[in-house]
């Protein structure tokens, strides 16, 4: 099988693509979505308009064929093999390592950690990375906007340790306090975990200052990129953060992986994660010792084909072009939120500075349980709920909202449909 038109393949740099598609003719959004095979169906009867994507986008074709490519001509275990198909599947894996470095601008492939998701990135980073330097009276500091990922496995740590979680409050609008952020960056603070963009409010936190903030007190800092990888540059020679971490399936790769940007510094000092096959040079029951980063934390057989879906997505995603696929959620994002201002008793729930890929709302006293419903039946998919940020909602004085979040293959025609679905819920509770 033949990659799609203009997706490069396994191996090619990709800053030639982004230059390539620079020049590009004007984003073309319904070629884009012919990419999609999931969004050609219908469903009750009508044409599927998916706008769940902060919860996990659907899959181009490449990425599909990529991961059965891998399953039909080269399934084997990576790095123990001498034979043929084994040293394949090992190219394979690490190329899609590459593609991920060149991906996020990352000085080297083993600044790169393949692991489940962006919760298991962090909890690797609680329980090594804090496991090692966060003792009695520290503090771990959080933003008011995080994901439960990046708030728990820092409570788990700071119960064991006796530490403290700081967390720096946001405003009406949904934006973090950066006044009240520094003022929380202490000597006792030994990380800053924040957010890059909120899966609950669309915020876009401005990490780079913040990340500059912190570092002027010498805190480091993780950012949770879950909801920025798919929608904006990020650059970590830029950026300057300690730890990134983001999630395969919301950048149209697969479930099951993800991953941990490290500075090599900071992954060298620090004590590994699971021990078990592939993280060690020796063993004898006495002692083992560890081997170079990015193995060190890789213990076990690895998703490969994940890996390898992975890289097939961030290819297709530069091929695209990030610049022009922000620009088109972007207006997306301003044509929703200006559409459904009209609606009577709708409320926007979080109108931060800059916002990318979310719109929540409420619609008077209808639960979002019953807007997401009545919807459904439209054949369009929004997620309802706290999104897995309770505090969030607490904040706003809600239990929770309704959410649409927006992918490259979103149209106005589809928001429209949204719109109209909305209507049609007020109809029905009024
Ligand atoms: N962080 C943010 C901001 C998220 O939106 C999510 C998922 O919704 C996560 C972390 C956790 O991602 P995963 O469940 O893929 O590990």
Not at 53 to 61: D, F, G, I, V
Request: hydrophobic letters at 40%; a neutral charge.
């Amino acid at each position: 099988m033949m990659p799609a038109a203009g997706v490069p393949r396994t191996g090619a740099p990709l800053a030639a693509h982004a230059e390539a598609a620079a020049g590009a003719a004007p984003y073309d959004v319904i070629r884009v979505r012919s990419d999609f095979p999931i969004l050609q169906q219908k469903v009750h009867g009508k044409p599927l308009v998916y706008l769940d994507n902060a919860a996990t986008s659907q899959k181009p074709r490449v990425v599909i064929e990529a991961i059965s490519r891998y399953y039909e001509t080269g399934n084997a275990n990576i790095h123990r093999g001498v034979h043929y198909l084994s040293e394949h599947a090992t190219e394979e894996h690490e190329a899609a390592r590459k593609t991920v470095q060149q991906f996020l601008n990352a000085r080297s492939p083993s600044e790169i950690i393949f692991v489940r998701g962006a919760t298991e990135a962090i909890n690797l980073v609680a329980q090594t990375y804090g496991r090692s330097r966060i003792g009695w009276g520290d503090e771990v500091l959080i933003t008011g906007i995080e994901h439960h990922s990046n708030i728990v496995p820092w409570q788990m740590l700071c119960a064991e340790k006796g530490a403290a979680l700081r967390v720096a409050p946001i405003d009406d609008n949904g934006d973090v306090l950066l006044d009240d952020f520094a003022a929380l960056l202490g000597p006792r603070t030994k990380i800053a975990a924040l957010t890059h963009v909120s899966n609950a409010l669309g915020t876009v936190n401005p990490v780079r200052k913040m990340i500059e903030m912190a570092h002027q007190r010498n805190v480091p800092v993780l950012v949770d990129g879950a909801q920025a990888v798919p929608h904006l540059r990020v650059d970590m020679q830029n950026l300057g953060a300690d730890f990134y971490v983001f999630s395969g399936h919301k950048v149209y790769g697969p479930t099951g992986i993800g991953v941990l940007y490290g500075k090599a510094e900071l992954l060298d000092a620090m004590p590994p994660y699971q021990g078990g096959g592939d993280m060690i040079l020796s063993v004898t029951f006495e002692k083992s010792t560890y081997n170079k980063i990015p193995y060190k934390f890789e213990a076990g057989t690895p998703d490969i084909a994940g890996a390898i879906g992975l890289g097939a997505a961030l290819r297709y995603l530069s091929a695209l072009g990030i610049e022009r696929v922000a620009e088109h959620e972007h207006q997306l994002l301003e044509y929703a939120t200006q559409s459904v201002s009209a609606i009577p008793e709708l409320r926007v729930v979080g109108k931060a500075r800059e916002k990318a890929g979310v719109l929540s709302f409420v619609l008077g006293s209808v639960h979002p349980h019953d807007i997401g419903t009545i919807l459904d039946q439209d054949g369009i998919a929004i997620r309802t709920g706290h999104h897995c940020s309770q505090p969030v909602m607490r904040r706003f004085n809600i239990a929770a909202t309704a959410r649409a979040s927006f992918a490259l293959y979103n149209t106005r025609e589809e928001i429209d449909a949204l719109v109209r679905g909305i209507e049609r819920v007020r109809r029905v509770f009024s």
